[in-house]
């Protein structure tokens, strides 16, 4: 049986169906009315009819079911011929392909970084209890929290369990090998039970291990066992020198633990001296989990309560405090919510051109294949039957784009597990999971429906044509050109849009380029070392003499120029303090003046060649027996003294211990302490023999001529002391870079988007311009043989793509204006209507448009006239 035949046997079984459905009802109505005529209950006599009824009704689903059966096969059908018809058109099938693989690529690979940090719960049990605890001030963003606010919480909180809290340290492995230097942390012993984690091998700290003399146990990375100790078993129980205290291992890490931090040993957290009562030193990260049937509304009102008790207890500590608790993975992610969205968002544009693409492609492909649809509908074949037709060629080809699509998201995930890329998604842990293939599928699906949608209605509708009318394809070839003049118009919007936004993140990255550091950061090579409790305890005599040894030696080191120090580095951001200005009164108790702190050696502004705008620098004789005395930057004298001379005045520094004063003895020029991109802050610089920080990092000036000199630096540190380990050797070049990471990273992928836009974009004006100059050769060789000049035939088609890209660019300017301000959050230095931005996009998707419109125009200017007049 034919195809049409079947169409049609199928159409008369529909119409048997719905005379046979009244036929049944009237049947059931008057064998129920005989039942109770005959003496039944009502419900007994509907109850039998239906029974009678319930029989017919399967020999009816019999019929649907074959019904069925046929459509399948007719599917089948049609999927054999769209194959076949793709087979013979195989340029056409490759382009399709690509063009949308490229765009469901695109669309994968970012949803699949969306569904591991936004979507995906984090891979700790019952991941939507955790939560994040942290203190807000009035004026300020949420902090860590204090370790005795902690402490309290912990006591009196009712609505949290496991809460937990760690701060950042530093382990410097010393167990026979060369000095190693790891990112850890101290954590308390709730942290891992609230994040129900079990070790791989061994066991968790233990509630008596947070007490000091207890302490001397450390849990280890199943990174650093397979590193450092070649995976070996017998690890668990090894005594090992971290930070010259013997330490023992008690436990291994499970492989893929990956926690907020990256961590690679953790220790007990201890509250030694005057830690378990300060109340200002926010240095706590806190995690807790919420008790069964608690939601995060309640957890928070409760510890408002908790809150307002200790600003009772503690009055006028720590002003304006409150706890906050917000659910863990929001929290985390929050940083990389609006890029990725904005990714999503663009690479969705790229996606709609790709379609817009193919769907102008298939208009053509269609109106090549005009005289066949004319043949099968002479034959009978009705429009619906030349829709799903074509819908299931676009089907397939979405199927096939989709699959493409999928091996290159696959490709685009490798660069995402490799720096600096995996730390941007943390411990989400991307991959391509059963979410990822449904989205891919889904889009597969939906690409396929909306590039041949259009098309096919439109092919159908045009093969109402006869056979014998078959040579008049003008009309037929206008109602295309319109239609993939429309494409292309959206092409050029969507195009323009994008590149808008590439083009702002271009120029506001430039921007955060071009500011001054305040610093010369040429030929400057930047080393941390961290100094050991137990070795050389906090602000003690040997402390102060091994770093004076350490900077003497590195000052002696051929291809040296000079040597600083600094407790955290330039650009890298660090401590603040909230001060007071002695002698005059606070403003607002509940919004203290906060300021940048950092601890500095002598030789570090000369090394890093910063400017002195009034007073001294700090010398040999400013030790710790000597009057305290410190230095402001610029920003902090024009804020706190605008019309007055701060030299010789004095300020007290309120969050690291006992209240510390000292005396201002000089101004220096701005540094960007911070990330290029924030404002600089009010800053001022403490000695470091009058007020250490564990924390050093030595700065080096090199000889520009010099080679070869780490060697001898790190020797020269380790003839102080050999165990000494070193971490973090980069240049200021390098630690830019690391500061910019996000944002160029954020800039490259949106670039690369754009610049696919604009090829798309590009191919669809030359399509569309190629197609009509198909359509018109035999006018363009008529003209030509006329005596029409290149020049004459050349202008009206170069003038259809021109005028196409102007209503393009007139659109996607519209659009830019009201999207783009999506965009002021990722932006420095320049506003979101930058018109520099805009301008410059116009003038290059214009010239790209020109040059796809010119090599069509040029072809047709040099067709043969005596083979245009023979063309058909």
Known sequence: MSLFARLKAMIHRDRLDRDLDQELRSHLEMRAADNVAAGMAPTEARYDAQRRFGNTTLMKEDTRATDIIGWLDTAACDLRYALRTLRRSPGFTVIAILTLALGIGANTTIFSVINAVLLRPLPYPNAKQLVRVEERHEGWTATGISYANFLDLKNNSQSLSDVSAMRWWTANIADGGEPESVQSALVSAEYFSALGIQPFLGRVFTAEEDQSGKDNVILIAHGLWQRRYGSNPQAVGRKIKVNDELRTIVGVMPPGFREPFHCEIWAPLVANGELATNRRSHLLFSVARLKPGISLNQANAEMQLVSNRIQAQNSGIDPGFTFSAADFQERSAAPLRTPLLVLF????????????????????????????????????????RLVRQLLTESLLLGGLGGAVGFILAFWCL????????????????????????????????????????????????????????????????????????????????LAFV??????????????????????????????????????????????????????????????????????????????????????????????????????????????LEIPLRAGRWFTERDTSEAPRVMIINETMARQFWPNENPIGRRVTMKDWGPPLTGEIIGIAADVRLDSPAAPIAPALYWPYPQFLNPFSSIIVRLDPQARLVLPDIKSAIWSVDKEQSIASIQTFDDILADTLTTRR???????????????????????????????????????????????????????????????????????ALAVSRLLTGLLFGIKATDPLTFLAVAALLTLVSLAACYIPARRATRVDPIVALRYE
């Open 498 to 607: 994008l590149l808008v936004g590439a083009g702002l993140l271009i120029h506001s990255f430039g921007a955060i380029l071009r500011q001054p550091l305040g610093f010369n950061p040429d030929n400057v090579l930047t080393m941390q070392l961290f100094l050991s409790e137990a070795r050389y305890p906090s602000d003690s005599p040997q402390a102060k003499q091994y770093l004076h040894r350490v900077l003497e030696k590195l000052e002696s080191v051929r291809g040296v120029q000079s040597v600083g120090m600094i407790d955290a580095l330039p650009l890298t951001g660090g401590a603040s303090t909230d001060i007071e200005i002695v002698g005059r009164p606070i403003p607002d108790p509940n919004n203290e003046p906060e300021v940048d702190i950092r601890i500095v050696s002598p030789g570090f502004f000369r090394t």
């Open 414 to 493: 490798a660069l995402v597990k490799e720096p600096p890329l995996n730390e941007l998604v943390g411990y989400a842990g991307v991959s391509l999971d059963m979410r990822v293939l449904l989205f891919s599928v889904g889009v597969s699906l939906v690409t396929g429906i909306l590039c041949g949608l259009v098309p096919a209605f439109h092919s159908a509708r045009g093969s109402t044509i006869t056979a014998a009318q078959l040579h008049g394809r003008a009309t037929a070839g206008i109602r295309n050109v319109r239609l993939r003049s429309f494409f292309v118009v959206s092409e050029v919007a």
């Open 345 to 384: 968002c663009a690479a969705g544009c790229v996606l709609l051109i790709a379609c817009t693409n193919l769907a102008s492609l298939l208009l053509a492909r269609g109106a090549a294949r005009n005289k066949e649809f004319a043949i099968r509908v002479s034959l009978g074949a009705p429009r619906s």
């Open 745 to 815: 990273i954020n800039m490259s992928i949106l670039a690369t988007l754009a610049a696919l836009a604009l090829l798309l974009a590009s191919l669809g004006i030359y399509g569309v311009l190629a197609n009509s100059v198909a359509q018109r050769t035999q006018e363009i060789g008529v003209r030509l043989a006329l005596g029409a000049r290149p020049g004459q035939v050349l202008a009206p088609v170069v003038g259809q793509g021109f005028r196409l890209t102007m209503i393009g660019l007139a659109l996607g300017f519209a659009v």
